[in-house]
Structures are given as C-alpha cells and as structure tokens.
C-alpha cells in the first residue's frame, strides 16, 4: 500500500504537472471507484486545479473555489498506482480504472490484481475533508513530546502502534519496518515498555526513514521524472527482504507473516537474536520452533540462512 513517502512523492510529481492547469474530464471504467454522488464529476470539468494535499494515505487535489471549494480524494489502498501520460491516453488493460484528463496530459490510475480497493470521493467544502482524516499526528510535523504522549496512549505493540491510523498518519507496513530495523527496536516491544531512550531512538529514525524516502522518491519529478512507487522497494533495509542479509550486521532478515500481513526485521538488530515465533509455523512446529537464529540457521541447514 503506498504510505506516506510514496503519497508525498506522487504529490511532487502531479504539483509539478497539474497545478494551474484545467481538468477537462473524468473518464472512469465502472461505477466501483467512485463512492460518492455529490457533487456529481461534471462539477469539477473545467476547473482550474489550484493545490495539493495529503491526508494520511490519501492524496487530495484541490480546485479553484466556487462556494463551497471542491476537492477530489483518491485512496490507492493495496495495489493503486499512479502514472502520467499523453493528452487522451487510454486507460491500460484490465488494470486502468480511471483517467484524470488535462490539455497537456492525462493522470491514469491503475490497480493490480481482482479486488478492486481504490477509491475516489469527490467532496464539497472543507468540511467534507473530515471523514476522510483518522485523526493521526503527522510525524514530520510532530515535536518529541507530542509523538511520546501518542505512542503511549494505547497499549500496542510498536508495529500495530505506528501502523494505527488515528494514532500516526501514513505509516503502514512497509516504513514500519524499516523505522522499527532503524531504530533498533523489536516490533513486538509494547509502547509501554520503552524507556526514554528508546522512544528517543524511535522518535529520531520515524522522521529521518519517512524524510529520506520522500527524498529518494521525489528525486528528479521537477525535471519531469514520474516517481517509482512498488510494493518492495529497492534499497530498504529489511521490508521485502526476507532471508537476505541485513545491511547492518550481516545476518539473514526474519519474517513474521500473519494472515495477509507481514513483519519484517532483524534477530540480530531488534530482537537480541530471538527469532519471533510466526503464528501458522510456530503451532505447526510447536516445541521445535527455533527460538533463537542459531537454532533457526540449523533448522535450515548450510546456506539456506541466506
């Protein structure tokens, strides 16, 4: 699911290309997509796209201002994609599902797979914006205290606390591995077991992950570079990248894989060694489940590990 890094990339490269520029139309493949009926589409034809915005996962263009102004709200969810072609450019395959029409280029949306998850609302009016914020702090903006008194004001493990949208905006699976590996913490440490300096570490590698990979992504979409957003990122330190070294000591990244979600992280890095027990594999393997990487390099057997 594109998370905040990627949304932020997406927003750079379609500020560069749409603001100040006239929607001429919406064309979309099915009814699916869209999930609101007022105001209709036809409202925003011929209007001048004045802005950007992201709230959490979701990507907001903004348009000049009748009474009230009007925005559209695009969630990609799982498997949505971006991507920017000629003027009329037809919607790919299977995949497309919608087409963002301007005189000088054509915003496509495609969606991998069969379940078809993305969605787009068109709203009237600033307020029509709030159903669409969970409430998260924005961890970019927030101060060290504000993050603290967020993080420990549920009682959750650290992946599901930094994953929880009322809790911190945009975060999902992929960045918080890598932020959790970054930070040297295990994933299923409780909020409320850190100390000081562990919520210090955690508070440091949030902004410096989520900074450099909107860095990283955005590079180059003020020259006309549209930004490459996928499920397993090139260069990330653990997400994706199960059983291959980890780029900090050397030993193979671990996966914990529960329902269609996974964890990835580092024994070694987070967890003191201890390889995390998976759900399905660790009932399967009851008493012989590896409980440290030694034990899990064994079961393997020479090589596997990598």
Do not use: N
Request: glycine residues 12%; hydrophobic residues 40%.
């Amino acid at each position: 699911m594109p998370e905040l890094p990627d949304i932020e990339a997406y927003r750079a490269a379609l500020s560069e290309r749409v603001v100040g520029h006239e929607l001429i139309g919406v064309r979309l493949r099915g009814v699916f997509l869209l999930r609101s009926v007022e105001p209709g589409l036809d409202a925003f034809q011929r209007r001048l796209v004045t802005g950007t915005r992201r709230i959490g996962k979701r990507l907001v263009l903004a348009f000049e201002e009748p009474a009230p102004p009007l925005f559209l709200v695009l969630h990609l969810m799982l498997a949505g994609r971006l991507a920017w072609g000629k003027p009329g450019a037809g919607l790919p395959g299977k995949r497309g599902l919608a087409a963002f029409d301007f005189g000088h280029g054509t915003l496509l949306l495609t969606e991998a797979g069969t379940r078809r998850m993305a969605s787009l609302h068109a709203v009237a009016g600033e307020a029509g914006l709030i159903p669409h914020d969970a409430g998260g702090l924005e961890p970019l903006e927030a101060d060290r205290r504000s993050f603290a008194a967020v993080l420990q004001s549920e009682r959750h493990t650290l992946k599901r606390a930094l994953t929880t949208p009322s809790l911190f905006a945009g975060i999902g699976g992929a960045y918080a591995d890598e932020i959790l590996h970054a930070a040297g913490l295990s994933p299923v440490a409780l909020t409320g077991s850190l100390d000081e300096e562990a919520i210090d570490r955690l508070y440091v590698a949030t902004r410096e992950v989520l900074a450099t990979w909107i860095a990283r992504l955005s590079e180059g979409v003020d020259g006309g570079r549209w930004p490459k957003i996928t499920a397993f990122q090139e260069g990330m330190a653990v997400h994706g990248r199960y059983r291959e070294p980890c780029p900090r000591c050397g030993d193979p990244v671990q996966r914990i894989r529960y329902v269609d979600r996974e964890t990835d992280y580092c024994a070694t890095c987070q967890t003191g060694g201890t390889v995390l027990a998976d759900r399905s594999l660790s009932r399967l393997l009851g008493k012989d489940w590896p409980r440290s990487l030694e034990a899990w390099e064994e079961r393997l057997g020479p090589g596997k590990a990598q």
